[in-house]
């Protein structure tokens, strides 16, 4: 058995701050080791986080939640680095606020919900192991 925390943050402004990218997340997992060397692993996550972002005139901002079902491989490349491949699918859900802008203020056109089931987390891990 494994607990893993991944999370992350982001900001990215360019074109003169007319387009915008910023994520945060947490997402906990559970996992549980099958075989002898425990390479390959399935698990349970849960997620969280906000998001805002901005492309031309039009932005949108808010956050989201929701969780689901891993599973993976961990392919050892010498005794202190392996590397983690990893896919969950699940549910997530955001709400979330679309603007525009208008001399430089932003102003909600809408309030909107996304409700989504499928692949909701794919990745490649670097893994260090400081102690044995």
Known sequence: MGILVNGS???WNWDDKNRRYALWKVS???RYYLGGKSRSFLGA???TGEFHYKL???GCQGDYQ???FTGGYQLGLNSNLSLDFHAGVGYTYADYDEYTLIN????RKDCKTK???GINQLGITLIWKLLK
């Not at 430089?104 to 102003?107: A, G, I, N, P, T």
């Open 9 to 11: 943050w982001t900001s």
């Open 56 to 58: 031309g005139n039009i």
């Open 28 to 30: 906990p997992e559970i």
């Open 66 to 68: 929701g969780g689901g």
């Open 104 to 107: 430089k203020v932003r102003v």
């Open 115 to 117: 409700k989504y089931w």
């Open 45 to 47: 996550m849960y997620h």
